[in-house]
């Protein structure tokens, strides 16, 4: 598979870059998010409204892949996560996104991280 063709690489691109256009054309139509902490979005608007929101609080951020396993149609991918918050306190994070795959496209994440601890570093 090129990673022209890897939805997920191209998620962590979208993501990172705030693209949110290229974002949305990455999710099946009844998508479905599943964040610690959060309620679960279903569809693919809902969980495109995720993303703004959640990373507005950060004025630099950067998930980075560190280690990536795929099985059939599903990839789990740990992540580094780096930023600067928008008050330029540096935050810093494990987390684990699972991704179910269809046709090509996310159908359902989830993703997992401490946020008593992000939480606190935020605060």
Aim: charged share 25%; aromatic share 10%.
């Amino acid at each position: 598979m090129s990673a022209g063709d890897d939805v997920v690489a191209r998620y962590f691109a979208a993501v990172n870059d705030e693209d949110w256009t290229a974002l949305r054309n990455l999710f099946t139509a009844d998508a479905v998010l599943s964040a610690t902490g959060a309620r679960t979005r279903h569809g693919r608007e809902d969980v495109l409204a995720y993303y703004p929101r959640v990373l507005a609080r950060y004025a630099e951020h950067l998930d980075r892949p560190t280690r990536r396993l795929d099985f059939a149609s599903t990839t789990v991918v740990e992540i580094a996560f780096a930023g600067r918050t928008v008050e330029g306190r540096p935050v810093a994070f494990d987390a684990i996104d699972v991704f179910d795959l269809r046709d090509g496209l996310i159908a359902r994440l989830a993703s997992w991280y401490d946020t008593a601890a992000v939480a606190a570093r935020l605060a």
